[in-house]
């Protein structure tokens, strides 16, 4: 494809609406899990399943996508993508267990896993470099905001009509693009000859779900005292050390090491996993925080999360008319810096804090990845070859789509293990000594002596234990986002091309 792609403008709305439906998708249910765990009778632990069940199979899932489309075509993929991912949404609309529930989203994730890079490839592909940043921004919106509004759609549906619309919702989406697919995109040309290495791809997808297992149950397993963690550990690292040694050692392996030779992209696969972990972990925090601790109605917590996506898209509006103008390594610092002023808001919130603070610091961590991701994006890909733009974008969605599962996972389990510490270390100041609880008012409603005064003074206590376990985990992905900095030293500004862009980037292959 060139410049003089037709139908350019439909293709672009078109791969925009697949990226969008499956971005909204990781971040959607995520409001709506307590009223599903109680329809489907599920424990806390369980229920957590309906999100990282689809993150995983995205996980595992995604990088094949360069040898499907190579193998069957992009548009026949792209296709079957939609199909698959719409019947799998409404199959969970109407699950009525959390084993169905589980199943349809791991079905999701597995089509859902190659609807972003495909749509990234088709962008890169229709659009000349020079307007490749621009496309990136257009692409970024959905990649990024379709998460952030997630939560705020997912409210808006359950409180007004029901939990599985967050499902339904994705029936005239995927539609649509069907549709719109179907009559615009042209077909690549296919490589029946190519082969998978099946080997290098079972190793890979044995170790992400092994690290995952581990990582979901870790915590309530009490972590390396358990046989089943020690196990799962064991395999991962396992399976990834023989993934590594064949990568080195097969002729053809399932990811090609000459990818890992372009230093733009090397290092835009790390930082687009520093950016899962803080997206999604942070956004898996808050909701938390906002329903739980604060007592926000869901539509509420919908509401004040709004702003996040306001900020990334007018930041990626800028980014767009920027990306050509600026060094683009100058953006990213420049995100890194607001996503951490952000999280340093976050890492100090109390009980008490207002809707306003929420909200601007939503919106700087939001305008922060606004200008992160699009600036990232052009980048990594910038000096790749185009024919090696299937699979380079397909690790660039794994790895967005592991920083995210890990990231959840680890919160997750620092915020539980920090709230039992924080209230034993509280507790443990609950004497007859303490003034604060000789004061009048504490001394008639947290009365130690009195069954209804101790169980509110633990119910108190646990709110403060788990509050500075919030603040802790805020901490930690600030520490993330300061550590990821020096990463941007080893960027490259990519060469200025003609106009000519596949030219360009095949005389760099």
């Given at each position: 494809?060139?410049?003089?792609?037709?139908?350019?403008?439909?293709?672009?709305?078109?791969v925009?609406?697949?990226?969008?439906?499956?971005?909204?998708?990781?971040?959607?249910a995520?409001?709506?899990?307590?009223?599903?765990?109680?329809?489907?009778?599920?424990?806390?632990?369980?229920?957590?399943?309906?999100?990282?069940?689809?993150?995983?199979?995205?996980?595992?899932?995604?990088?094949p996508t360069g040898?499907?489309?190579?193998?069957?075509?992009?548009?026949?993929?792209?296709?079957?993508?939609v199909?698959?991912?719409?019947?799998?949404?409404?199959?969970?609309?109407i699950?009525?267990?959390l084993?169905?529930?589980?199943?349809?989203?791991?079905?999701?994730?597995?089509?859902?896993?190659?609807?972003?890079?495909?749509?990234?490839?088709?962008l890169?592909?229709i659009?000349?470099?020079?307007?490749?940043?621009?496309?990136?921004?257009?692409?970024?919106?959905?990649?990024?905001?379709?998460?952030?509004?997630?939560?705020?759609?997912?409210?808006?549906?359950?409180e007004?009509y029901?939990?599985?619309?967050?499902?339904?919702?994705?029936?005239?989406?995927?539609?649509?693009?069907?549709l719109?697919?179907?009559?615009?995109?042209?077909?690549?040309?296919?490589n029946?000859?190519?082969?998978?290495d099946w080997?290098?791809?079972?190793?890979?997808?044995?170790?992400?779900?092994?690290?995952?297992?581990?990582?979901?149950?870790?915590?309530?397993?009490?972590?390396?005292?358990?046989t089943?963690?020690?196990?799962?550990t064991?395999?991962?690292?396992?399976?990834?050390?023989?993934?590594?040694?064949?990568?080195?050692?097969?002729?053809?392996?399932?990811?090609?090491?000459?990818?890992f030779r372009?230093?733009?992209?090397a290092?835009?696969i790390?930082?687009?996993?520093?950016?899962?972990?803080?997206?999604?972990?942070?956004l898996?925090?808050?909701?938390?925080?906002l329903?739980?601790?604060?007592?926000?109605?869901?539509?509420t917590?919908?509401?004040?999360?709004?702003?996040?996506?306001?900020?990334?898209?007018?930041?990626?509006?800028?980014?767009?008319?920027?990306?050509g103008k600026?060094?683009?390594?100058?953006?990213?610092?420049?995100?890194?810096?607001?996503?951490a002023?952000?999280?340093?808001?976050?890492?100090?919130?109390?009980?008490?804090?207002?809707?306003?603070?929420l909200?601007?610091?939503?919106?700087?961590?939001?305008?922060?990845?606004?200008?992160?991701?699009?600036?990232?994006?052009?980048?990594?890909?910038?000096?790749l070859?185009?024919?090696d733009r299937?699979?380079?974008?397909?690790?660039?969605?794994?790895?967005?789509?592991?920083?995210?599962?890990?990231?959840?996972?680890?919160?997750?389990?620092?915020?539980?293990?920090?709230?039992?510490?924080?209230?034993?270390?509280?507790?443990?100041?609950?004497?007859?000594?303490?003034?604060?609880?000789?004061?009048?008012p504490?001394?008639?409603?947290?009365?130690p002596?009195?069954?209804?005064g101790?169980?509110?003074?633990?119910?108190?206590?646990?709110?403060?234990?788990?509050?500075?376990?919030?603040?802790?985990?805020?901490?930690?992905?600030?520490?993330?986002?300061?550590?990821?900095?020096?990463?941007?030293?080893?960027?490259?500004?990519?060469?200025s091309?003609?106009?000519?862009?596949?030219?360009?980037?095949?005389?760099?292959?």
């Amino acid at each position: 494809m060139t410049a003089r792609t037709p139908h350019r403008g439909a293709i672009t709305v078109c791969v925009m609406l697949a990226t969008i439906m499956q971005a909204l998708d990781t971040t959607i249910a995520n409001v709506a899990l307590p009223y599903m765990q109680g329809s489907l009778s599920a424990s806390q632990d369980q229920i957590n399943w309906v999100l990282t069940s689809y993150i995983v199979a995205a996980a595992i899932m995604t990088p094949p996508t360069g040898w499907l489309a190579g193998r069957f075509g992009r548009k026949r993929l792209f296709l079957a993508a939609v199909v698959g991912f719409t019947i799998a949404s409404i199959l969970c609309a109407i699950a009525t267990s959390l084993p169905q529930i589980v199943l349809y989203r791991l079905l999701q994730g597995v089509f859902g896993a190659s609807l972003v890079p495909l749509s990234q490839a088709v962008l890169l592909d229709i659009y000349p470099r020079e307007q490749q940043g621009s496309a990136m921004a257009m692409w970024g919106v959905g990649v990024m905001v379709g998460p952030i509004l997630g939560p705020t759609l997912g409210g808006w549906l359950t409180e007004h009509y029901d939990w599985r619309w967050v499902f339904y919702i994705n029936l005239p989406i995927g539609i649509l693009t069907f549709l719109g697919l179907s009559t615009f995109l042209s077909e690549t040309a296919r490589n029946k000859a190519a082969r998978l290495d099946w080997f290098g791809f079972g190793m890979l997808s044995l170790a992400i779900g092994a690290l995952q297992m581990m990582l979901d149950r870790g915590e309530q397993l009490d972590w390396f005292s358990s046989t089943e963690i020690m196990t799962e550990t064991t395999v991962s690292v396992v399976a990834f050390y023989l993934f590594i040694v064949h990568s080195f050692t097969a002729r053809d392996p399932f990811v090609p090491l000459r990818l890992f030779r372009d230093r733009n992209f090397a290092t835009g696969i790390g930082f687009i996993f520093v950016v899962g972990i803080i997206l999604l972990a942070t956004l898996a925090l808050l909701t938390p925080f906002l329903q739980v601790l604060m007592g926000y109605p869901v539509v509420t917590a919908g509401l004040v999360l709004a702003p996040r996506g306001v900020g990334t898209m007018l930041a990626m509006m800028a980014v767009g008319r920027m990306i050509g103008k600026f060094d683009a390594r100058i953006m990213i610092m420049g995100g890194l810096g607001l996503t951490a002023v952000a999280l340093w808001q976050m890492a100090h919130f109390t009980r008490d804090v207002s809707q306003g603070a929420l909200i601007e610091s939503g919106f700087l961590q939001g305008a922060g990845l606004g200008f992160i991701f699009v600036p990232l994006s052009t980048n990594t890909f910038g000096t790749l070859a185009p024919a090696d733009r299937a699979q380079g974008t397909g690790l660039f969605s794994l790895m967005r789509n592991l920083g995210s599962s890990i990231g959840i996972s680890v919160v997750s389990s620092l915020l539980t293990s920090e709230a039992q510490v924080n209230h034993a270390d509280l507790a443990a100041l609950v004497t007859p000594y303490n003034r604060i609880l000789q004061a009048p008012p504490y001394a008639r409603i947290w009365d130690p002596t009195t069954m209804p005064g101790r169980a509110m003074l633990d119910a108190e206590i646990t709110r403060q234990a788990t509050l500075i376990g919030y603040l802790d985990a805020f901490k930690l992905m600030l520490w993330v986002c300061l550590l990821a900095m020096p990463l941007v030293l080893l960027l490259r500004k990519p060469r200025s091309s003609a106009p000519d862009s596949h030219a360009a980037a095949a005389a760099l292959d």
